[in-house]
C-alpha cells in the first residue's frame, strides 16, 4: 500500500522475508524485513541467497555480530540502501538449517501465483 507521498507501507507486525539480491534491488528501501544468513564478519551477514549485506549494530542489544559461519541466524531490521541492513533484533536460528531451501521459499513467496499463502496485506518487491 502507498501512502500520499508513494512509499510503501508496512502493516504493524509486517516484516518481508527477503534475501541479500532482493536488499540490492532497493525494492524495500526503509522497510523493515528479515534476512537469514550467517555471520561471517563482525559486521556482515551471507544472506541465504549467498548475497553479503553490511550491518549497521549500533541498535543491537548485543552491540555486535558474533563472528561463527556454522550458525544460522535470522536479522529484523530496516534496509538503508543496497548492501547495508540496520539491524534491531538478532535470533540464533541452527547450525543444521539449510539456506539453500530457506532462499527458494524466500523466492517463491514472491511469485504472484502463490501471494494468496503468504500475502500480508502490503505490496511486496518485484517477482521476477
Do not use: W
Request: glycine share 8%; charged share 15%.
Amino acid at each position: 500500500m502507498a501512502s500520499d507521498d508513494g512509499a510503501l507501507q508496512q502493516p504493524d507486525g509486517c516484516f518481508p522475508r527477503i534475501n541479500g539480491g532482493m536488499i540490492q534491488t532497493q525494492a524495500y528501501h526503509g522497510m523493515i524485513v528479515s534476512l537469514v544468513g550467517k555471520v561471517i564478519a563482525p559486521d556482515t551477514i551471507q544472506a541465504a541467497d549467498g548475497t553479503n549485506v553490511h550491518v549497521m549494530t549500533d541498535q543491537l542489544a548485543e552491540g555486535s555480530l558474533m563472528v561463527n559461519p556454522d550458525l544460522v541466524v535470522e536479522i529484523m531490521g530496516m534496509v538503508i540502501d543496497q548492501t547495508t541492513i540496520t539491524a534491531f533484533v538478532l535470533r540464533e536460528l541452527s547450525s543444521d538449517m539449510d539456506l539453500n531451501l530457506y532462499n527458494k521459499l524466500v523466492v517463491m513467496m514472491q511469485q504472484p501465483k502463490f501471494t494468496q499463502y503468504f500475502d500480508s496485506g502490503m505490496v511486496m518487491g518485484p517477482t521476477n
